[in-house]
C-alpha cells in the first residue's frame, strides 16, 4: 500500500459534507461568542464569558461541518475510509446496512458497517489519533457496543442511498 495515503488523499470515492445553509448556526455562533467576549472586555463584567464560552463550544464542535472540500467518508482498492477512524479493509467487512430512524418530526439514515474481525486487524490504517486541537470536535462516526461502525448520512453530499450502493457495489467487487 502507498505510504502516501492519508485522510486527505485517500483516492477513489469520497463524500464530503454538503455546503448548505443549514450550517448557517455554526457562523451564528462565532459571532455570539464574539460578541459576548466583546461586552465581557469592555464591561469588565465575568458573566458574560459563560455564553461566550458556550457559544464557542458549540462553534468549536461543529467546525468539521464547515470542512466541505476535505473528503469525510470514503472507498478505494483497500477498504472503507472514515475520517477521524481509519480504512477498514474489505475482507474484515460482514455487512453494510442503511437504518432509517425516526427522530421527532424526521427520518435519519445511518450507515452501518459491521465487522467480522476485530478491530485492530479490521484496520489497515487507524487514524483514530487526531491532533490535540481536534480531540473535541464532531466525529462522524461512532461504535455501538456490537462492534459496528455508524456514521451519520444526513449531513453529506450525496444521498443516503447512492452511498450505499457504491460502497455494497465496491464491497462486493473487492472482496471476490
Not at 6 to 32: M, Q, T
Request: hydrophobic share 50%; net charge positive.
Amino acid at each position: 500500500m502507498s505510504a502516501t495515503l492519508d485522510e486527505r488523499n485517500a483516492g477513489g470515492y469520497s463524500v464530503a459534507y454538503v455546503r448548505e445553509d443549514i450550517y448557517f448556526p455554526v457562523y451564528i455562533s462565532a459571532a455570539l461568542a464574539a460578541v459576548f467576549c466583546t461586552a465581557a472586555w469592555i464591561t469588565g463584567a465575568v458573566y458574560w464569558l459563560l455564553p461566550a464560552l458556550a457559544a464557542a463550544s458549540f462553534t468549536y464542535y461543529n467546525i468539521p461541518l464547515l470542512e466541505t472540500g476535505r473528503p469525510t467518508i470514503g472507498a478505494n482498492q483497500y477498504g472503507i475510509f472514515i475520517q477521524a477512524f481509519g480504512l477498514i479493509r474489505w475482507r474484515a467487512i460482514e455487512r453494510i446496512d442503511v437504518v432509517q430512524i425516526a427522530e421527532r418530526a424526521m427520518t435519519v439514515h445511518e450507515l452501518q458497517i459491521v465487522l467480522n474481525a476485530p478491530l485492530r486487524s479490521a484496520l489497515v490504517v487507524d487514524w483514530r489519533k487526531q491532533p490535540i486541537y481536534r480531540l473535541l470536535m464532531r466525529l462522524p462516526w461512532h461504535m455501538d457496543h456490537n462492534g459496528a461502525v455508524r456514521i451519520g448520512l444526513e449531513p453529506f453530499d450525496q444521498p443516503p442511498d447512492v452511498i450505499h450502493r457504491t460502497f455494497l457495489r465496491m464491497w462486493r467487487f473487492y472482496r471476490s
